[in-house]
């Protein structure tokens, strides 16, 4: 078998990596003014830096909201497209090793994928995520650098920004110890600096998120959760979800190439049907 190309295109930033042999071949990502440019620059480039001929390739596999602007095969390739959920949960399962999960994917929006064994589906999901961090970041900060803001939250100061369970109780309430967030943004002064905003920013598209994740899984036994995505690179990550595995008794896993998840899953449909 040559090398399947997966390609996870976005509005303005595309997502490229090959699968060789069920291996992972050099992630790479792009970014254009639109999904067009995007994803061809990406293709010429990963090709360019890991020297494939086109000749090596065996398929392109297109998945996510941008590709639903290409209709033509990849420079004459055999491409074909893949569901953008069932590429999350393909993705997450072979990154994590894991065969029964709660993928979450975080991106503009957050979307919940349920992986069990075979069974990949979409779960639904909440209009909160990075989309929403630039956004309030814009508005609040002057800026949707989302980079920018995480490197300004490392200076910031959550428990001048969130009201914590310490803050309204003397004791801890039963399963709520008193570092766990009673309310989000609801100590906020009007004068709060720019480095407590933005700390309470990321703190508040995470919590929601992972609180999300939670709560989508209450009906099954599910304690294992995938996080794929952009917003997987925060920093803050390394803080927010441990303290929710604590409070909640479960597993938030970031893979190593959590942001490139979807498009290895979008080549991993392709290989795994050739199998069938």
């Given amino acids: 078998m040559g090398i399947v190309i997966g390609i996870d295109v976005g509005i303005s930033t595309t997502k490229i990596v090959g699968i060789k042999n069920l291996s992972v ?6 970014t254009a003014e639109d999904p067009v440019t995007s994803l061809y620059g990406a293709f010429g480039k990963y090709l360019y830096e890991n020297q494939i001929a086109l000749g090596d390739i065996e398929q392109v596999v297109l998945t996510g909201v941008g590709s639903e602007y290409i209709d033509k095969p990849v420079y004459g390739l055999p491409t074909s497209k893949a569901d953008e959920f069932t590429a999350d949960g393909l993705g997450a399962r072979f990154e994590s090793g894991l065969d029964r999960i709660l993928v979450v994917s975080m991106g503009t929006g957050t979307s919940l994928v349920l992986c069990d064994g075979d069974e990949i589906r979409h779960i639904g999901g909440i209009s909160v995520g990075g989309g929403t961090l630039a956004g309030l970041s814009r508005i609040m900060l002057q800026t949707s650098d989302v ?14 920004v969130n009201l914590m369970i310490g803050d309204i109780s003397a004791k801890p309430l039963p399963g709520l110890p008193l570092n ?6 609801g100590k906020a002064k009007a004068d709060a600096n720019k480095e407590d905003i933005a700390v309470g920013l990321i703190h508040t598209v995470l919590q929601t998120i992972g609180s999300a994740a939670v709560l989508a899984s209450l009906n099954s036994d599910i304690k294992d959760f995938v996080l794929i995505g952009n917003l997987t690179l925060l920093p803050q ?3 927010v979800f441990p303290m929710m595995e604590n409070l909640y008794k479960v597993h938030f896993r970031i893979p190593k190439y959590s942001q490139f998840c979807t498009a290895i899953g979008a080549a991993l449909d392709y290989v795994y049907h050739q199998k069938k």
């Fill in 25 to 30: 071949v050099s992630p790479m990502r792009i």
């Fill in 237 to 239: 990550c390394r803080e």
């Fill in 147 to 160: 980079r920018q803001v995480s490197t300004m939250a490392m200076q910031g100061d959550i428990s001048n």
């Fill in 180 to 185: 766990v967030t009673a309310s989000l943004f």
